[in-house]
């Protein structure tokens, strides 16, 4: 049983992961409520599925752009500072979206514009996030630090939805948006904790070219390009989140809205509880394409009953999918890819995990408008296993990535080990 545990060496080795993890873990708690409430505003103020769908679609635009360039700025700054100055705004956004909710008619396009607001801020946190990871943690620790870090996101995407839709149908969303302010100020002080993360003296300024460097670099390893394709594809064509409000209301239980939020991250962390095992798999593209192959299955199947129970133990099993993906995606980026690239290689990789799911809830809302519900989710999820396995067919490299032999992994070995023989020469190294 023990080589199943997870490895928590990561967080008795340093003390500074161990504090960005802390703030994470609450952070995203509170998050996760204002995830809750947003939607669930949109729809007590609209009634419709399309309007609930844009709230998640007008992030896209912004996404992408501070998504990018939050990359370019993860290799020029130093990583703590952003992330401490993107937590605070986001406490600010959350600040309005609370005074915009006390108000006798609440805006419906406040809640839009702040919707952008929280993405663009996210595209430059979690580019800086995910680059100081490999200055936090060893080179081996890096498997164990992922399943970590997820851990981290799932207790938040459990708790944090259920909480708030508890708080929200017996008190409001006012008090759903009060309890996101608190976690960021324990977030913030947190982080104020951490030691600087300061770029390398070969750090570029940000600029146009150096985000071209980064893309060029992504497009030319057809592992790497795998990885966010297969990811868009199964995000775009299955991730039926946009629909649960109405979902629970079709179901006959509006009182389970949070359980069909959780229910996926129950998988989830099943998977990063018992991923000990994940150090014995060395073909990462294989295991990214059978889980996404997986997740499409068990939402289809989803779709296919109305029985409470049987919905979300499929949302469970898709869960414990989209985790093993998760898992082998990001320990194939962590080490793989070089240091004074991983800002701005982390920026592509935010957009291929979070473009899909807010694409895809717009394609599940517009089918459901045009169809029904239980159509939307069915054939999204077919239509995925399909996208997967024709996308995985082309992409021999990603399909046969050996982390043994893999020479950018190999790479990236090799300078972890010169690090450790000469720590302070890490900024020259990296």
């Not at 909710?101 to 514009?113: C, E, F, H, R």
């Not at 993906?325 to 890819?337: D, G, K, P």
């Not at 045009?370 to 239509?383: H, K, Q």
């Not at 190999?410 to 020469?425: D, F, G, H």
Request: net charge neutral; proline share 4%.
């Amino acid at each position: 049983m023990a080589s199943f545990t997870i490895d928590l060496a990561p967080l008795r080795k340093s003390r500074d992961f161990s504090l960005l993890w802390a703030a994470g873990l609450i952070s995203y708690f509170g998050s996760m409520i204002t995830y809750v409430a947003v939607p669930f505003q949109v729809k007590e103020l609209t009634g419709s599925y399309v309007a609930v769908a844009i709230s998640g679609l007008v992030e896209i635009v912004p996404l992408v752009i501070f998504g990018l360039y939050g990359g370019v700025l993860a290799d020029a700054l130093d990583r703590k500072k952003l992330i401490w100055v993107t937590e605070l705004l986001s406490l600010l956004f959350t600040a309005i979206l609370l005074i915009n909710s006390m108000m006798d008619s609440p805006s419906l396009l406040l809640i839009y514009i702040v919707s952008g607001l929280f993405a663009a801020v996210s595209g430059l946190r979690q580019p800086a996030m995910q680059a100081a990871l490999p200055r936090l943690v060893d080179h081996e620790d890096m498997t164990a630090a992922a399943a970590l870090m997820s851990l981290r996101w799932q207790v938040g995407v459990i708790v944090g939805p259920a909480v708030g839709g508890i708080l929200i149908s017996s008190y409001s969303v006012s008090v759903g948006y009060a309890a996101d302010i608190a976690t960021f100020i324990i977030s913030i002080a947190l982080i104020a904790f951490m030691k600087n993360i300061p770029p390398s003296h070969e750090a570029e300024a940000p600029s146009l070219s150096a985000l071209i460097e980064g893309v060029k670099y992504a497009f030319s390893r057809k592992d790497l390009l795998g990885t966010y394709l297969i990811d868009l594809a199964a995000m775009f064509f299955a991730m039926p989140t946009a629909l649960f409000p109405f979902w629970a209301d079709q179901l006959g239980a509006p009182w389970a809205l949070g359980l069909l939020y959780a229910a996926g991250t129950v998988g989830s962390i099943a998977i990063v509880l018992t991923s000990g095992w994940a150090k014995n798999v060395h073909f990462y593209g294989r295991a990214i394409m059978w889980a996404a192959i997986g997740w499409g299955v068990a939402i289809a199947l989803s779709g296919m009953t109305n029985y409470l129970w049987l919905v979300l133990l499929f949302l469970c099993l898709a869960g414990a999918s989209d985790m093993v993906s998760a898992l082998f995606r990001s320990a194939m980026w962590n080490q793989t890819i070089p240091d004074n690239l991983r800002g701005r290689l982390a920026g592509i990789e935010l957009l291929s995990y979070s473009l899909g799911p807010l694409a895809g809830q717009m394609r599940a809302a517009s089918m459901a408008a045009a169809t029904t519900l239980s159509f939307s989710v069915t054939s999204g999820g077919i239509i995925c296993v399909i996208v997967v396995v024709l996308l995985a067919s082309f992409l021999p490299d990603f399909r046969k990535f050996d982390i043994r032999t893999n020479k950018y992994a190999l790479e990236n070995q090799k300078m972890a080990e010169k690090l450790r023989v000469n720590p302070q020469s890490e900024d020259e190294i990296s």
